[in-house]
């Protein structure tokens, strides 16, 4: 018995054999729908992200370092030691009087300013997607870290609670 499924068109009802996604009546949009999904596949292949990690996130040998850093046996076992430490709960909303579930381990102080506090269980907090974004934003107006910044000459901040006063005011 041949493989079949229904008509792609919105509101038809009829069957179709496999391969095809149509039937005999709107078979005109057939080919305009095969190249969406050529179009889809294309920009979601193995190359693009490829070309996100080799290129846009290794942008310099500094950069490809840290990267490799958080593929190491040494940085999923500090990760997973911080997690449960902190019990799987974001400690920048945790400072405000919040209870927000996260599994994204940050480094208090940034590896690109101080890279000797990269292994330090003491630099390293569990943080929300929302406070993340936040900090990201604030590392790079006070250490002047991400593309394009050059690093300042300031004082390492190492409070999660004075960092989350200075994200928040600003």
């Known amino acids: 018995m041949p493989r079949v499924r229904r008509c792609r068109q919105p509101g038809c009802h009829a069957m179709v054999n496999f391969p095809d996604h149509y039937c005999q009546q709107h078979y005109e949009h ?11 596949a294309r920009s979601h292949d193995k190359q693009y992200s490829h070309k996100y990690n080799t290129v846009t996130r290794n942008r310099d040998d500094a950069k490809r370092q840290q990267y ?19 019990h799987y709960l974001c400690a920048y909303c945790k400072v405000q009087g919040l209870i927000t579930p996260a599994k994204t381990v940050d480094h208090v102080v940034p590896i690109e ?26 590392e790079q107006r006070y250490y002047g870290t ?3 910044n050059e690093l300042r000459q300031v004082d390492e901040i190492t409070d999660v609670s004075a960092i989350n006063a200075l994200m928040n005011k600003e």
């Open 30 to 40: 057939e080919a305009e729908y095969l190249a969406s999904r050529q179009r889809w």
């Open 146 to 148: 991400g593309q394009g």
């Open 68 to 86: 490799n850093f958080y593929r190491t046996r040494q940085w999923s076992h500090l990760r997973q030691q911080v997690l449960e430490r902190d």
């Open 113 to 138: 300013f101080n890279e000797a506090l990269k292994a330090n269980v003491d630099n390293l907090a569990v943080i929300c997607g929302k406070c993340h974004r936040r900090k990201t934003d604030w």
